[in-house]
């Protein structure tokens, strides 16, 4: 009889779900202008969501919490961004990072067994920390994570059909669901630190000032 395991980004998600409702997280949805209850039914959503049967159509199967609520949650973050360029600067990033995405599996074997580690964290760490530097703010770094591996994901099986290789596209699966979590959890915990090392240096520099002036 076959075990099903949890995946590690079913269990990134345990564990954030619990950061939340322990508030650690409070800091960081805050910028991203989400309350503690929304993200905790948000991390519930795409857990549950995970282990529910792949929606198909035609050639395509998509994951509820792998990419319908992933999807759903992005698009909600670009249309309540206060401003028009930061949209822009989101989606801009989300492309930035599908290319990237598609370019750093040029690099690998076709073969995921030839590899002596599993190659969707590598995806899932770069793309992150792509998304954390073309997204400016926390909202766009986590959208350009999640939906920046969603595009890539999209963009390679189109050039598939168009070379005429019939394949069935797997939308956020067992493994494309743990790099989009890893992605986006990855670059909005690097802009966070980043942020917060930046904000420590100018409180820094204005004490300074402060001093020297008295």
Do not use: W
């Not at 980004?9 to 960081?28: D, E, H, K, S």
């Not at 591996?149 to 699966?173: C, P, R």
């Amino acid at each position: 009889m076959e075990e099903n395991y949890m995946t590690i980004g079913q269990i990134t998600i345990l564990i954030v779900t619990a950061l939340i409702a322990f508030g650690v997280c409070q800091r960081v949805l805050d910028k991203m202008r989400l309350t503690d209850r929304q993200a905790l039914l948000i991390a519930l959503f795409i857990f549950i969501g995970s282990f529910l049967p792949d929606i198909p159509i035609g050639n395509v199967r998509i994951n509820i919490g792998g990419a319908v609520i992933p999807f759903l949650l992005c698009a909600y973050l670009i249309i309540g961004a206060h401003t028009a360029s930061e949209r822009v600067r989101a989606v801009t990033a989300s492309l930035v990072t599908a290319a990237a995405v598609i370019a750093l599996g040029r690099f690998f074997p076709n073969e995921p067994e030839a590899m002596p580690f599993d190659i969707n964290y590598l995806y899932g760490l770069a793309a992150g920390a792509i998304a954390c530097l073309f997204g400016r703010s926390r909202r766009a770094a986590f959208i350009a994570g999640a939906l920046g591996v969603m595009l890539a994901d999209i963009a390679e099986s189109v050039a598939l059909s168009l070379s005429g290789v019939s394949q069935t596209l797997h939308l956020g699966g067992a493994g494309a669901m743990d790099v989009i979590v890893i992605a986006a959890i990855t670059a909005v915990l690097i802009k966070e630190l980043v942020g917060e090392f930046t904000e420590r240096v100018k409180r820094g520099a204005k004490d300074a000032q402060k001093e020297a002036s008295r």
